[in-house]
């Protein structure tokens, strides 16, 4: 199949799709990472769904507005516009992609997007955009030992199993406020033996990155053998 995987810079699910003999390019505005550049499309998403055909799209838009990690700061981001801007991607990706992933944020109800944007709301509704997401998975339900509620929008693809339940190998730790997190969340990262702290962008790269086990399971199950 022609597969598009939008907004993917690591490749992680391009790389595992290659794997299966699969033409699958990733699109990002940025370089990859992930090695292999000439099946990287460096480009703004809908410039690139406008000039080719795909037999399957999978999105992992930008959650920075809309997860509710950023809570706190939902009032400036509301006054910027920046986070109407972001729900308006994610929408406008909906209707073109076969999934989509983000963390829990405000696209997992309409309650919010209703309360502060009625207009963009009505517009959602219309279209039938499913406020609640198809499901949610976690990275240690596919062989990383991670917990991060991930959710996924799907149109028309099967739900995705998991594949090797490692939740019993999940490191926590527990923040100053007493929350017990993930030890992934820790708030800097060793790249190359430099420390990048939680504003870097190496930082932001690095926790936005697609797990592995997830990677392969969305290859394996949605672009793997036909069944
Ligand atoms: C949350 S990250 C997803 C990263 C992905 N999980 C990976 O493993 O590479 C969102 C990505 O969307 C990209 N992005 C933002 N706007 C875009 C656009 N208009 N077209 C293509 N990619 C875009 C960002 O550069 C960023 O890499």
Redesign the pocket.
Known sequence: MKILV???????VTIKLRELGNEAF?????DCSGGHPEWHIK????EVVGENKFDMIIA????THLTLAGAKHFEKKRASGIQEENIR?FFEIWKIADCI?NPMGIMNGGKYIKEWFPLLHQEMVDAKFPFKESQKIQPFEFGDPVKKTTCLWLNGLPLLSGTNNVEDEVEYYVSKNGKKMSAWYAKQITVDGKKHGYNSLEFK?HR???FQGIAEAMANQWAGVAK
């Open positions: 939008a907004c993917e810079e690591s490749q992680a990733s699109c990002d505005l940025m480009k703004d998403v809908f992992f838009p930008p959650c991607f992933e790269k936005s990155k697609t």
